[in-house]
Structures are given as structure tokens and as C-alpha cells.
């Protein structure tokens, strides 16, 4: 262990720890920009330089080990002047629009111009336009992310999110140096011309309003006023452990409760949860997966409920389509039960007055789901798909108080109940648990097979094995970076009798549409919650579900009919 002083306050630290370490434990503030906790830092803000005794020069933070006796000092009036400096520098490059901007009020740039009462004293150089007018700023081609670069403050994050320390995708670049870099795609072309998956890992950890999610916020609130049309929305199973740090609790908080009653106040008419639809998935893709074992038929099968993997297949490996799970992701089969279902015909002819269908809404943690809603063949199914984020956004802009609301709200059924199976789904290794379980009950191994599958969890980005005795081994990857390293030999092809890919880390807890955390543990604390509710949940199989049991004795024959293929089933792109 080392020790060292932070403005008078002893701390001792591993070996290692970085200066910004230091002040955090010894709880002492210092403000930061370009810094992301999983990211690898480049001190390009310079906003957390601080004095340390052992450098004749102020250090950044971030990125300064510290040495033995160390004695750093964050608060000295020369480095405040030097902070203040550094943003008017920034503010005179960042247009003045923050009334408009999507990140209103959870900008961190905005933050700190506030904290220190800075005002606009040189005049505004416009982003881009005086050094490199040829680079394109605006971006609203992708379905999921919009890119606005004359807010971007060069951090390098999403650069660092995209590629080696993330997603291993190489789709942010920075072009230009010193005052005019700018962080772009290859060829500048538009989002939608590249290989970008939708994942959203970019706009989670922008500090600014340059990159988010394609709002639909809009569009819904509007909709949902004007109270013309019978709305349903239906909720994510990793949307329930996160939603609360939009407001201040802690991670892994678990507001299911308050959600429902939150989305009431805004006006849905139904509230349902995505989880009966995870359960009739492990119903679908069980079944199809049985039937591939019989037929020694396209196997492994992959998993398809990840909208990010889906887009990578189909743009570097399409050799894997028919290895992919026909089943329909759970939102598109919430959506498509929801539109065209019994429910739907069970409120009636001309009940939303010019409308056929209900007006059907989700609220996912994911970007790419809202590119999933409009791939050809689903695009029926959901009308619009809300981030997380964008949910909280909502919620702040009718001014319900999230914290105050009651924890007891319920969902509406039929379409609504769920087992802890569904739960699993929102983390890493969750619907290949949810599958073995069920798998176990259809081969007759229920009693002699576990229930948790300890092996295939974890937050750690990674390639996890699991055998099933009798059966054959399985696979799972955390993130997209661990699907392309199990995909780089051939040997997948007959190790492994089933697949789950979650093209981010995490699985969805870490989703592109979650809320941003600088909190090193919050996919931890968001995966605890949900092996949580799974744990108390008095049902843990999906195919206990009596709900859909009722769907397939009523509706759909039996998992796989003629009947199902319509409403739950599709097709990929060659
Ligand atoms: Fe997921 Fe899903 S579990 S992809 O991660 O399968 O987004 O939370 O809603 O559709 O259920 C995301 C989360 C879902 C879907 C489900 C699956
Ligand atoms: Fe890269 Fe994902 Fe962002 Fe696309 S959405 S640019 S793939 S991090």
C-alpha cells in the first residue's frame, strides 16, 4: 500500500491507483469530462489536472499514478482559474442551444458551466465550420443514434466505446488533430451507410449531447395526449433495475411498481410486460431447438433477441443466418399479440376511432431495438420504442414525482404475468438459462438438472460454456467483442449445440438505452437486482407461465403451429 494527502486528508491506496483515485477516496470532488471508468482515459480535458508534490507541473488526475508521500492538492485558486479557462475555450466551440438539446439537464458539460457561473467572453467559433467545413456535423439517418458533432467535446469516448476497449467495431474515428479533431465515421459517410450495429454503446458514455438515441419521446407524449387511440406499452425486463438512478437511486434499485404507475400517469391505457413475451419465446425457441437436435438440422442455434447481434450477422456473416433462431424477438411478439392478438380483438371493432390496432409502445434498455421495430417483416408490430432514458425523460417532462409514487403498481394481464425465467433475460447469460430450464422440463431431466446455471452469468465481457449432461454443451457471449473472437475459428460449429449472443457487455442491464452511470459497479448492482426478483419469483420455468399456457390452448395451438409462425416467427436478411 501507498500513502499520500488530498488537500489534508490521508488516504492509503494500492499500488497503481490513479491521483483521480485518490481524491475519491479521500471523497474530495474534482470535476472530470473525457474520464469513463471501463474506458481507457486520455487526459484531453484536462479539466481534472490537480498539484501533486511530486511533478513540478499540474497533472491530470485520471491518469497519473501516484507515488509514495505523495501530497496532492485539488482546490488552489491557480488551478481553478486554469478549469475556468479550459471550459470558456470549450463554450466558445459549443453552441448555446441547450433549450433544445435531448440531454438537457443530465449534460455534464452543462453541468459544470452552471457549477462555475462561466459566461460566453470569447466570441463562438462554430464547431467544424472554420476549420474543417467539409466534416458533417448533423446525423439523423441512423434509425437508433443521432450525432450532433457541433456539440462534442473531443473526449475520445465513444471512440474508446466503439473499438478496442468496447465493442471491437471501429465505427468513431478521429480525424483531424489538436483544436479541429473530431471524432468520425469512415469516410464521413452518414451513420446508416456504415457498419454500425445501433448498439448505443457511444451514447452512453458521451458527455454531451453529440451522440443519443433517435428520440421518439415526442412523437409518444403527443400521442398519448391527444388520447385519440387505445395505447399499450410493454416494458423491458432490464428497464425495472435501472430506471430509478434517472432519479436519484441507488443502482439495482428495483422500481417495477413505480414504473407501471409512472406510465399510467402519462396516459397508457394498458401496461404490460415484455417478460410474458420472454416466456413464449423460450416456448418457440425450446421447441425449435429440439426439433434442430432431432433433425441434426443448422445447429448450434443462435440466439435472436439481441437486435445489435441480428445486424451484425447480417452484415459480416451471413454464412450464420440459418444457424439464428427464427423466433421473433420478445418486443416484436409483445407487439404483434398486442396488435393483432385476442386482446387487440377483444376490445372491439373501431375502438381507436380511424384506427384498427392499438397504438403500441415499448420501453426498451437498448438503441437498436428501435431499428429492430422497423426491419421488414416486424415493422407491424410496434409503433414506437422508448430508451430508458427517454422514459425518464417523459416522466420529468410532466413533472410526476418518480420517487414519491406508490411501489405497488401491477401490470394489466392477459399479457402481462411473467416467470423468473423472463426476468434473466435482461442479463448476460439469462435467456440460455432460461432455455436450459425449460429444455430440462421437456427432456424429462427437470429434477436431476439445476436450476441455476451460476456458470453462464457475470457482468465480465466474455465467452462462458455450459454442458448440459445428456444433451450437449452451450455457449454464451458477453458482448460483441466475445462473439467475434468465438467466431473467429470453426470450431463453434460443433462444440456447441445452442448460442446466446448480447451484443453488450452486461447483456442488456448494459444496454445503449440505459441510464449513464460513472458508477464502476452498476451493472453488478443492476444484475444482483435482477437475480433478485428471479430468486423470489414463485414461478422460475417459463413454461409455467399460465398465461401462456392459456395463449397456446386458445390461441396458437402449441409452440411451433402453423399458427404461431405467423404472429411470432420471422426472417433475416441474406
Ligand atoms: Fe432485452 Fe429482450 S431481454 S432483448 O436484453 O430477448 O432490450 O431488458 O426487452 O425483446 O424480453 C432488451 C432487456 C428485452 C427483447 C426481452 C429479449
Ligand atoms: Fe459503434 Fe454501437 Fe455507436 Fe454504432 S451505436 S457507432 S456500433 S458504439
Known amino acids: 500500500m501507498i500513502k499520500a494527502t488530498v488537500n489534508g486528508r490521508n488516504v492509503e491506496l494500492e499500488q497503481g491507483a490513479t491521483l483521480l483515485d485518490a481524491a475519491r477516496l479521500a471523497e474530495v470532488h474534482i470535476p472530470t469530462l473525457c474520464y469513463y471508468p471501463r474506458l481507457p482515459t486520455h487526459a484531453v480535458c484536462r479539466m481534472c489536472l490537480v498539484e501533486v508534490s511530486s511533478a513540478p507541473k499540474p497533472q491530470p488526475a485520471c491518469k497519473t499514478q501516484v507515488k509514495d508521500g505523495d501530497i496532492i492538492v485539488t482546490d488552489s485558486a491557480k488551478l481553478e482559474e486554469f478549469r475556468k479557462t479550459d471550459m470558456q475555450w470549450l463554450l466558445a466551440r459549443h453552441p448555446n442551444d441547450c433549450i433544445r438539446c435531448e440531454v438537457n439537464g443530465s449534460c455534464q458539460f452543462q453541468n459544470l458551466v452552471s457549477e462555475y457561473q462561466l459566461e460566453d467572453v470569447w466570441p463562438k467559433l462554430p464547431r467544424g465550420s472554420i476549420q474543417h467545413p467539409e466534416h458533417r456535423l448533423t446525423d ?13 467535446v473531443e473526449c475520445g469516448l465513444c471512440a474508446e466505446a466503439c473499438g478496442d476497449a468496447g465493442q471491437n467495431l471501429h465505427i468513431i474515428g478521429f480525424a483531424e488533430r489538436s483544436s479541429g479533431r473530431i471524432p468520425v465515421t469512415v469516410f464521413d459517410q452518414e451513420l446508416s451507410q456504415t457498419d454500425c450495429i445501433s448498439c448505443g454503446q457511444c451514447t452512453l458514455v458521451c458527455p454531451v449531447g ?17 388520447h385519440r387511440r387505445v395505447s399499450a406499452v410493454q416494458v423491458a425486463p432490464a428497464t425495472r433495475v435501472a430506471i430509478g438512478e434517472e432519479f436519484g437511486m441507488k443502482p439495482g434499485t428495483i422500481s417495477t411498481g ?37 433433425e441434426h438440422k443448422n445447429l448450434p442455434l443462435f440466439t435472436s433477441c439481441c437486435p445489435g447481434w441480428i445486424n451484425w450477422v447480417e452484415i459480416h456473416r451471413p454464412d450464420i443466418l440459418p444457424h439464428l433462431s427464427t423466433t421473433k424477438s420478445p418486443q416484436q411478439m409483445h407487439g404483434a399479440l398486442t396488435k393483432r392478438g385476442a386482446f387487440a380483438k377483444s376490445l372491439g371493432a373501431g375502438f381507436a376511432e380511424g384506427e384498427d390496432e392499438p397504438y403500441v409502445v415499448s420501453v426498451m434498455p437498448c438503441t437498436a431495438k428501435k431499428d429492430e421495430a422497423q426491419r421488414p417483416g ?8 422508448l430508451t430508458t432514458r427517454e422514459l425518464a425523460r417523459m416522466i420529468k417532462a410532466r413533472g410526476i414525482k418518480f420517487n414519491a409514487l406508490e411501489e405497488d403498481g401491477e401490470f394489466d394481464n392477459p399479457l402481462g404475468e411473467s416467470t423468473g425465467a423472463a426476468q434473466i433475460f435482461g442479463a448476460s447469460g439469462g435467456v440460455m438459462e432460461a432455455v436450459v430450464r425449460t429444455a430440462a422440463h421437456f427432456i424429462g431431466e427437470e429434477d436431476s438438472l439445476p436450476m441455476d446455471w451460476h456458470q453462464l452469468r457475470g457482468v465480465h465481457q466474455g465467452i462462458k460454456t455450459a454442458e448440459i449432461s445428456g444433451v450437449g454443451k452451450v455457449a454464451i457471449c458477453n458482448g460483441i467483442a466475445a462473439a467475434q473472437r468465438l467466431l473467429a475459428d470453426e470450431s463453434w460449429r460443433d462444440e456447441f449445440i445452442a448460442i446466446e449472443v448480447m451484443a453488450c457487455v452486461g447483456g442488456c442491464l448494459g444496454g445503449g438505452g440505459e441510464p449513464k452511470s460513472m458508477d464502476p459497479q452498476v451493472l453488478q448492482k443492476r444484475m444482483q437486482a435482477i437475480y433478485q426478483i428471479d430468486q423470489n419469483s414463485p414461478r422460475r420455468r417459463s413454461y409455467e407461465n399460465r398465461d401462456v399456457q392459456t395463449l397456446y390452448a386458445t390461441e396458437l395451438d402449441q409452440p411451433n403451429s402453423a399458427k404461431a409462425h405467423k404472429l411470432l416467427h420471422t426472417h433475416y436478411a441474406p
Open 140 to 152: 439523423h439517418t441512423s434509425p437508433s443514434i443521432w450525432r450532433d458533432l457541433s456539440k462534442c
Open 210 to 226: 453529440a451522440l443519443i438515441e433517435t428520440p421518439h419521446w415526442h412523437d409518444v407524449i403527443h400521442t398519448l395526449d391527444s
Open 258 to 294: 413505480r414504473m407501471i404507475n409512472a406510465l399510467r400517469q402519462l396516459g397508457f391505457d394498458y401496461v404490460f410486460d415484455t417478460n410474458f413475451a420472454a416466456d413464449l419465446t423460450i416456448m418457440e425457441e425450446g421447441t425449435e431447438l429440439l426439433a434442430r437436435l432431432k
Open 378 to 385: 416486424v415493422s407491424e408490430d410496434v409503433d414506437h420504442v
